[in-house]
C-alpha cells in the first residue's frame, strides 16, 4: 500500500459494521456460540464471497452476522474496525448498522448499541478517532417494522446521530419508508438512504424529496440522467461512494468502468469508501489505491475525495473546518 494513501487523513461515512466481519472472527464467534457454519476454513468462506449481485452478497452478509450474539461480539467486531480505520488514516468515521437484522434474531437493541457504544467509547479516547452511529432500516422489510425499530432506537437517541436506508433496493423504493424518515426528521435526526447502486436514478431523487435524505449512498447511477447530476452539484449534496463494491456487485463490470472520476470531475461531492470492507477485499485506503491505479486518480483528484469526506460528513462546521485544515497540512507536507 502506497503510504500516501494509507496516511491520507480521511473520513469514512460509508460503512456497514457487519460488513467488516472477517472470516477468522466469523470461524471464532461461530465456535464460541456453537452455531453451524457451511465452511470449515478461511479459505472455504473467502470462496464463498463471489457475487453476482447485491442480493447475492446479501444472503451471505446476514447469515454471517448470525454469529454475534452478545455485548462483547459487536464491541470486539467494532473495535477491530476502529483500529484497521485508524492504521488506514480514517480520522473520523460514521458507521451503519442494520437493528432489524438483529432484532429479528431476538438480540436486543440494547445489547447491540451497548456493545457498539463500548468501542466507541474506547477508540475516542484511544485513538481520538471521532465516530458517529447510524442505524439503518432494512428496506425489504416493512416499513411497520422500520417505524418500531425506530420507537425502539429512541431509546439511544443520545448515541445516534442519523438514519440510513439499505438492503434490497430494487423493488423495495424509497416512498415505501416516507413516514418513518419524516418522523426521524421531525425528532432532529440527519438523513442518509441507499440509493441508484442497483435501482434506478429516479430512486435518488426520490430519496431527496420523499425522505429529505441530505447525503445519498452510492448514487453511482446518476451520470445515466443529466437533470439529477446537475440537482447533486447545484445542492452540493455528497455521494458516498465505494468502488471496490460495485466492482464485487457487479454494479461495474471492470474498476477501470466506475464513474468516479466523471463525478469528481463534474463536480459531485464524491468520497471513497468501503462499504462491507470483509467482503469486498480491502478497506478505505485500498479503495483509495486501486481506484487511484484504475482510474489513473491524480494525487489532486486523491485529495478532493478525502476533501469531500469531511465536508459530506455529518460533523458541526468548526469541526469540518479543523479535520480539512489537518488534511491541507498533510498534503502541503507530502507533496506529489
Ligand atoms: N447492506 C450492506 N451493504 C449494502 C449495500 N452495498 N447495499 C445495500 N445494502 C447493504
Ligand atoms: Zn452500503
Not at 290 to 302: G, M, Q, R, V
Request: hydrophobic letters at 40%; charged letters at 25%; one cysteine or more.
Amino acid at each position: 500500500m502506497t503510504p500516501f494513501f494509507q496516511q491520507l487523513p480521511k473520513a469514512e461515512l460509508h460503512l456497514h459494521i457487519e460488513g467488516t466481519l472477517e472470516p477468522d472472527f466469523l470461524l471464532e464467534k461461530a465456535k464460541k456460540h456453537h452455531i453451524p457454519l457451511p465452511f470449515h476454513s478461511i479459505e472455504e468462506i473467502q470462496n464463498a464471497y463471489n457475487f453476482s449481485n447485491l442480493q447475492s452478497f446479501l444472503n451471505i452478509y446476514y447469515q454471517g452476522m448470525a454469529v454475534l450474539k452478545d455485548e462483547d461480539d459487536f464491541s470486539e467486531l467494532a473495535w477491530r474496525y476502529f483500529q484497521k480505520a485508524h492504521m488506514q488514516g480514517v480520522l473520523h468515521a460514521e458507521i451503519f448498522f442494520d437493528p432489524q437484522a438483529h432484532i429479528e434474531r431476538g438480540i436486543s437493541i440494547a445489547t447491540v448499541m451497548d456493545g457498539l457504544c463500548r468501542a466507541v467509547e474506547r477508540a475516542k479516547k484511544e485513538l481520538q478517532l471521532s465516530i458517529f452511529l447510524i442505524p439503518c432500516f432494512l428496506r425489504h422489510l416493512s416499513e411497520d417494522s422500520a417505524l418500531d425499530t425506530f420507537s425502539q432506537c429512541l431509546k439511544f437517541k443520545k448515541m445516534i446521530t442519523g438514519f440510513g436506508l439499505d438492503s434490497s433496493e430494487v423493488g423495495n423504493p424509497p416512498s415505501k419508508f416516507q413516514k418513518v424518515f419524516t418522523q426521524a426528521k421531525l425528532q432532529g435526526f440527519r438523513i442518509t438512504a441507499h440509493a441508484g447502486e442497483e435501482g434506478p436514478p429516479s430512486f435518488i431523487e426520490d430519496a431527496l424529496n420523499l425522505l429529505q435524505a441530505e447525503r445519498i449512498d452510492h448514487g453511482v447511477r446518476c451520470l445515466e440522467d443529466e437533470k439529477i447530476t446537475k440537482r447533486l452539484v447545484r445542492k452540493k449534496i455528497p455521494l458516498t461512494v465505494c468502488p471496490l463494491s460495485n466492482l464485487k456487485l457487479r454494479v461495474v463490470n471492470k474498476l477501470q468502468e466506475h464513474p468516479l472520476r466523471k463525478m469528481l470531475d463534474c463536480g459531485i461531492i464524491a468520497s471513497i469508501n468501503s462499504d462491507d470492507p470483509a467482503y469486498f477485499g480491502g478497506y478505505i485506503a485500498d479503495n483509495f489505491e486501486a481506484c487511484s491505479i484504475a482510474l489513473n486518480l491524480t494525487k489532486n483528484e486523491a485529495i478532493l475525495a478525502a476533501r469531500n469526506s469531511f465536508i459530506g460528513s455529518f460533523l458541526d462546521a468548526n469541526s469540518k473546518a479543523a479535520y480539512l485544515q489537518k488534511l491541507e497540512l498533510y498534503c502541503s507536507k507530502n507533496p506529489g
